[in-house]
């Protein structure tokens, strides 16, 4: 007999591994944005010009007929200027033929490094909050995301010594360590740096530096790798890209740089994912690099004027806000506008002011986080970051409390 609410061939959708993986708080806000024609701060999308030279690049490229599969560890004049920037900026160095490796965007490189270095039931360390893609690359490989706070104290994050080393157990094999560090807009002193790669050296973690901002922290403040510290270099893959560096995000050129062994991990899974992506744009990428020096120290002024913007409209509107040392974000307290949660400021804010921003709550992952901080992005043009601020300030202007 037919049983209809037992079919024999019901299909099981997804796997258990990614049982939860559903749409985010981010498209909800996204949504949200467009339906009510806010000015959207919520989106990382970079709203600046890439260079013209580069973009012309890759119509030279495609043109030239670069057009088919590159090697998978990626072209080898890109894999050379991507060692030679990281040699000049950082000081360490890394044969390109068999230590940097290309991927399709920083996430690519995230997630095969965790797949390739990860089984099940190892446990991956990150800060709280952090990235949202940390805790899914994990689940992906069947490892476990712990998390330790990053304090919120005296008007910005700190590194919390005794959070961090509680957070090292038996089958920690990788801390994710992201400066300048999305969400918060820290970038971590040279103290902290030691403190991290200590406890690395010390419990045998290979750390994965997510460095996707690296060209973006401001006022004077130096970018420092983990992977320049003592015994770090042979324990660290460090991850950056296209992305973020040249406002190109949907390109999706991204590269790994460490030690062989690990760069051959990342490479063995990588292999099977994306294979190779983007010939004409990594081309383009290589050209670009050469002098990315230059070209970093115009979007860092660009980008800490809006961020100056943004960070005076949101004192004005009576929303506290976070220094933003880096990257692109900017966190803002709440509680100012008498909020004690952050979804439901984010989800009133489109109605109250005509600005969008996203809940910080969707990058914590501890129960006892703070859940009243709010992040707005600043990535966006200064007649956005204006509109959004005039807006904000209006709304806050017209009787914070609610
Ligand atoms: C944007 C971002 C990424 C992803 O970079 P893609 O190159 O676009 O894949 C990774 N990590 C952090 C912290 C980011 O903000």
């Given at each position: 007999m037919h049983d209809p609410s037992r079919a024999p061939h019901q299909v099981r959708d997804r796997a258990v591994r990614i049982q939860h993986f559903r749409p985010s708080v981010f498209s909800?806000?996204?949504?949200?944005?467009?339906?009510?024609?806010?000015?959207?701060?919520?989106?990382?999308?970079?709203?600046?010009?890439?260079?013209?030279?580069?973009?012309a690049a890759v119509a030279a490229a495609v043109e030239k007929g670069l057009n088919q599969y590159s090697p998978a560890a990626g072209l080898p004049e890109l894999r050379a200027a991507v060692a030679s920037y990281r040699r000049r900026t950082t000081g360490v160095r890394y044969r390109p033929d068999t230590e940097v490796v290309v991927t399709a965007g920083a996430t690519e490189a995230l997630s095969a490094a965790l797949l390739a270095l990860c089984d099940p039931g190892d446990e991956v360390l990150a800060f709280d909050p952090c990235y949202d893609a940390y805790s899914a690359c994990a689940e992906l490989a069947g490892a476990r995301l712990v998390t330790v706070p990053l304090a919120a104290r005296d008007g910005g994050f700190v590194l919390d010594e005794a959070a961090l080393r509680s957070g090292f157990g038996p089958r920690t094999r990788v801390l994710l360590f992201n400066s300048p560090h999305n969400p918060t807009g820290k970038v971590f002193t040279d103290e902290e740096l030691a403190v991290v790669a200590a406890l690395c050296r010390e419990h045998g973690v290979i750390v994965v530096a997510d460095e996707v901002y690296e060209h973006l922290a401001y006022d004077g403040r130096p970018h420092r790798t983990i992977a320049a510290l003592p015994g770090m270099r042979e324990r660290t893959l460090v991850v950056s890209g296209a992305g973020k560096t040249f406002n190109v995000t949907g390109w999706r050129i991204g590269w790994a740089c460490?030690?062989?062994?690990?760069?051959?991990?990342?490479?063995?899974?990588?292999q099977f994912v994306t294979f190779a992506a983007g010939t004409p744009f990594q081309a383009a990428v290589a050209g670009a690099l050469w002098d990315v020096e230059s070209w970093a120290v115009e979007l860092r002024e660009e980008l800490s004027a809006r961020r100056d913007l943004l960070t005076a409209g949101l004192q004005a509107a009576g929303l506290p806000a976070f220094p933003g040392e880096g990257g692109y974000f900017v966190l803002a307290d709440v509680r100012g506008w008498g909020y004690r949660d952050d979804v439901e400021f984010c989800r009133d804010l489109p109605a109250r002011a005509g600005v969008v921003a996203i809940p910080c709550s969707a990058f914590h992952h501890r129960a006892n986080a703070p859940r009243?901080?709010?992040?707005?992005?600043?990535?966006?043009?200064?007649?956005?970051?204006?509109?959004?601020?005039?807006?904000?300030?209006?709304?806050?202007?017209?009787?914070?409390?609610?």
């Open positions: 909800e806000m996204r949504d949200l944005a467009v339906r009510t024609g806010a000015v959207d701060m919520g989106q990382g999308a970079p709203a600046m010009a890439a260079p013209a030279a580069l973009t460490g030690p062989a062994p690990l760069v051959d991990a990342l490479l063995s899974v990588k009243w901080l709010a992040r707005f992005a600043f990535c966006k043009s200064t007649e956005a970051v204006a509109e959004a601020v005039a807006r904000l300030g209006a709304a806050g202007g017209a009787g914070a409390g609610r």
